[in-house]
């Protein structure tokens, strides 16, 4: 009767690997010791997010897309593009792809910021307990943008709606227009699709804590940037 191999090593399996511009040869599966063995099954190494690009990818019309504007993220009370209020705007002028200026302001809502959103964004009622309303902002946001065009990550659906909405209902109705980062992934590559995760497939730089306006305004300006250059390169080639 055959007794079972104890000594017997287990091998990662490796998964597929989408195709992807820095895979371009598959790799052979290096073997490894089993977890409870391996140095870092205390301290797993955070897991690489390949970048695997759409098929029609290469066709896409990125020339729209500017190389001057303004890069925008709200702060809210809520999901809710009809109800929530801005509690914090932030802004950055970018200037043929070069940050030249940011604009940045904690707003005091109406109502008090709800505790679950709190939770995601870490502002509380007491933070902008001395800050400026909406109205005082506006006409100095207004002034900051110009007739530049507005870039932020998710939008079309969100931040452009608040934004304009909100501006309207102080007496202040303006249209800007709105290039959104999340449509730009979505025509080159595959999910995910949230801001950190394109960030760390590109690289590109992520700077202070998500879900504080304009920290994700960097973001969304490094993630821009380097889709802009994938796009030019797999365009060109």
Not at 102 to 131: C, E, R, W
Not at 210 to 225: Q, S
């Amino acid at each position: 009767r055959a007794r079972p191999n104890k000594k017997k090593k287990a091998l990662q399996q490796r998964e597929p690997i989408a195709p992807t511009l820095e895979t371009l040869h598959p790799q052979r599966p290096t073997p490894t010791l089993p977890a409870k063995h391996s140095k870092s099954a205390q301290h797993p190494i955070p897991r690489k997010i390949e970048l695997s690009l759409k098929p029609y990818a290469c066709s896409f019309d990125f020339s729209k897309y500017p190389d001057t504007y303004v890069v925008v993220d709200l702060e809210t009370t809520g999901l809710d593009v009809k109800t929530c209020e801005i509690v914090e705007i932030g802004a950055i002028k970018v200037v043929n792809g070069e940050a030249v200026d940011t604009f940045s302001t904690l707003i005091k809502p109406n109502n008090p910021i709800p505790l679950d959103a709190t939770s995601v964004n870490h502002i509380t009622n007491h933070m902008v307990k001395g800050s400026p309303k909406l109205d005082a902002v506006i006409p100095e946001f207004i002034d900051f943008v110009g007739d530049m065009p507005l870039i932020g990550h998710n939008a079309l659906r969100y931040d452009s709606k608040v934004l304009e909405q909100q501006f309207s209902d102080y007496g202040s109705p303006i249209e800007f227009v709105w290039f959104d980062t999340l449509v730009f992934a979505k025509n080159l590559f595959t999910p995910p699709y949230k801001l950190g995760d394109i960030a760390q497939r590109l690289s590109a730089k992520k700077h202070g804590d998500a879900h504080r306006a304009l920290a994700d305004c960097y973001t969304t300006y490094a993630v821009y940037e380097e889709m802009k250059k994938l796009a030019r390169k797999i365009t060109t080639n």
